[in-house]
């Protein structure tokens, strides 16, 4: 099987770096949080693109949606079932928006994956 090469970390972390979510994670920085069980948590962005905007966060550290293997997809399927219950919980049962940036082109800066929440306010098509 081919070996594939290291993810690269932006600002030159290192992947034995804790990452800002696992230190929110640990308690080491504050976070609001909304949610938390054995595989996740979940707290509040602290720069929101909507009025509820809410950052949920596996226990694990995945760098990157592309970096989950076969091992990750119970844990990934169990993100998708928490997410509704985390915009049902702050109100927004039938109308929010989950988003996952996959790698700093497409806006990920947090090397750490995390699916956005997203409520509050009329959402377009498409996203920018």
Known sequence: ?????????????????????????A?????????????????RDINPAAPTHILLVPRKPI???????EEDVGLLGH??????????????GDAFR???NNGADAGQSVFHLHL???AGRPLKWPPG
């Open 98 to 100: 989950v988003v996952v």
């Open 116 to 118: 956005h929440i997203i």
């Open 1 to 25: 099987m081919p070996h594939s090469p290291p993810t690269p970390q932006p600002h030159g972390e290192s992947m034995a770096q804790a990452t800002l979510f696992e230190k929110i994670l």
């Open 79 to 92: 993100l998708m079932v928490i997410a509704p219950k985390i915009a049902a919980a702050e109100g927004f």
């Open 63 to 69: 760098p990157r949606l592309a970096d989950a293997g």
């Open 27 to 43: 308690g080491e920085i504050p976070g609001e949080l909304v949610y938390e069980d054995a595989q996740c948590a979940a707290f």
